[in-house]
């Protein structure tokens, strides 16, 4: 494997994540110095020891990306382990069932019988997620990139959804989160681009993760009703593979690959975004 990061800092949000978590590792397998980010320490921890496997060069942070303090704190610590931080992955996100429906379409007899609709939303649900997501993205990035925009290179790569680009049902707050994380990344993208800063994201298609694997599918190993929905709205009929990130990641991650690459938003998803359906 092409050592190719070797003069890469980087930092991984959302690090102890199914998906984020494999996407370290391969940075460090590239020669990257690692520093995986989880609000949970044990699981910061179970992705460095992971990490060992191929590289020494990893430290395990419990950080949350909507606590500034606690951000500043893994910016010094990561300064102190491995210098400034040149390449930022804002994995940390997800959902919370208050951002979301119950149904995917609105029945009259929705509103009086306690089914949970659109109208039965709290701003608390939406402000959760939105945060979680976007706000994050934004917190983490002020932390980490400052010392990028000052040296004059590095690399942010945010992670967004399909759902930014085609809002999936009953997701409401996830899927406005995500649409708000390409719309930043663009933003930042022109912001940063006199200053040899880089800021593209990656849009996973569907990859079972703790998050939704019981949404998706059932005990057995079979398809959910909605799982199925996925499966047949996925040209390629089948979920990803975590490691099916990674071309897509190295490559953005990798100045001599990517270094006229800036704004872009890269849908690895089997082909669900161009699937019309019919």
């Not at 959804?161 to 409401?172: D, I, R």
Request: hydrophobic share 40%; glycine share 10%.
């Amino acid at each position: 494997m092409e050592r190719n990061l070797e003069n890469e800092v980087a930092v991984v949000t959302g690090g102890g994540g199914v998906l984020c978590s494999v996407m370290a590792r391969e940075l460090a397998a590239r020669g990257a110095k690692v520093v995986v980010m989880s609000r949970k320490q044990e699981n910061a921890d179970a992705a460095a020891d992971a990490i060992r496997e191929v590289s020494d060069d990893v430290l395990a942070i419990a950080a949350d990306v909507l606590d500034r303090d606690s951000l500043l704190d893994a910016n010094e610590k990561t300064r102190e382990a491995f210098g400034p931080c040149t390449l930022l992955v804002n994995g940390a996100g997800g959902n919370h069932p208050d951002g979301n429906t119950a149904m995917e379409f609105l029945q009259q007899e929705d509103l009086t019988n306690g089914t949970r609709t659109f109208f039965d939303l709290g701003c608390e649900g939406f402000s959760f997620v939105f945060d979680t997501n976007m706000i994050g993205v934004v917190q983490a990035t002020q932390v980490f990139a400052r010392d990028m925009a000052a040296t004059g290179h590095g690399s942010v790569i945010n992670v967004s959804s399909m759902s930014a680009f085609s809002p999936l049902t009953k997701v409401a707050a996830y899927s406005a989160a995500k649409a708000a994380v390409n719309n930043f990344t663009q933003w930042l993208a022109v912001h940063l681009s006199g200053t040899g800063v880089r800021v593209n994201a990656i849009a996973p298609g569907f990859f079972l993760t703790r998050q939704n694997k019981d949404l998706l599918t059932n005990p057995d190993g079979s398809y959910t009703a909605r799982g199925g929905k996925v499966i047949s709205q996925t040209p390629m009929g089948r979920y990803g593979k975590p490691e099916e990130l990674l071309g897509t990641l190295v490559w953005l991650a990798d100045q001599t690959q990517s270094g006229f690459v800036t704004g872009v938003v890269v849908p690895v998803d089997g082909g669900f975004n161009a699937y019309s359906g019919v």
